[in-house]
């Protein structure tokens, strides 16, 4: 039930729209369609993906990065800082590039079902996966690069730029 949800919340960046699509989700399991047992989650994982879809319409050509959510919201699904870190990456990527990479790199659907569920060509999934993939690479690489800096000399101005950079653990 977990990783359904943290699914949903990936997809829709919010606490109340993930609990909405992981509930509607999960309601469609129960009186939809008798599913095999041995499908059940990859069926309730679709669901959840599809409901998503219909909440957000990602499309490549808007998608606005919404608000930040607070730390604590983020860091209640990361075991780790690291995962929290993560977290908060993919929640600072673009509706669509978001949705891509959760589709494609977390959950490996391919780009044709990927264009399918998303009504896009398989080149604009390839396309938003690098945008997405390289957003992701920048901000781990400038968490890294500030971990390395807080281990230096100078401690109080990198505990600085540390403080701005990432969630607190």
Same mark, same amino acid.
């Given at each position: 039930?977990?990783?359904?949800?943290?699914? %949903?919340?990936?997809?829709? !960046?919010?606490?109340?729209?993930?609990?909405?699509?992981?509930?509607?989700?999960?309601?469609?399991?129960?009186?939809?369609?008798?599913? =095999?047992?041995?499908?059940?989650? %990859?069926?309730?994982? *679709?669901?959840?993906?599809?409901?998503?879809?219909?909440?957000?319409?990602?499309?490549?050509?808007?998608?606005?990065?919404?608000?930040?959510? &607070?730390?604590?919201?983020?860091? &209640?699904?990361?075991?780790?800082?690291?995962?929290?870190?993560?977290?908060?990456?993919?929640?600072?990527?673009?509706?669509?590039?978001?949705?891509? =990479?959760?589709?494609?790199?977390?959950?490996?659907?391919?780009?044709?079902?990927? %264009?399918?569920?998303?009504?896009?060509?398989?080149?604009?999934?390839?396309?938003? *996966?690098?945008?997405?993939?390289?957003?992701?690479?920048?901000? %781990?690489?400038?968490?890294?690069?500030?971990?390395?800096?807080?281990?230096?000399?100078?401690?109080?101005?990198? !505990? !600085?730029?540390?403080?701005?950079?990432?969630?607190?653990?």
């Amino acid at each position: 039930m977990n990783a359904l949800y943290l699914l %949903s919340f990936l997809l829709t !960046a919010g606490v109340a729209k993930a609990e909405e699509c992981f509930v509607s989700g999960l309601e469609y399991c129960v009186e939809g369609t008798y599913v =095999f047992r041995d499908w059940a989650r %990859s069926w309730a994982r *679709r669901t959840i993906i599809q409901n998503a879809i219909r909440m957000l319409a990602p499309r490549k050509s808007q998608s606005p990065v919404e608000d930040a959510l &607070s730390d604590h919201v983020i860091s &209640s699904f990361g075991r780790t800082c690291e995962t929290g870190f993560a977290i908060g990456s993919i929640l600072g990527l673009k509706d669509f590039e978001r949705f891509v =990479f959760v589709m494609s790199v977390l959950e490996k659907y391919p780009d044709h079902d990927c %264009s399918i569920l998303l009504g896009c060509a398989r080149q604009d999934i390839a396309e938003a *996966r690098i945008r997405a993939l390289l957003h992701l690479a920048e901000s %781990s690489g400038e968490h890294h690069l500030i971990k390395a800096a807080f281990d230096s000399k100078d401690h109080e101005e990198t !505990a !600085a730029l540390e403080t701005h950079m990432e969630p607190q653990c």
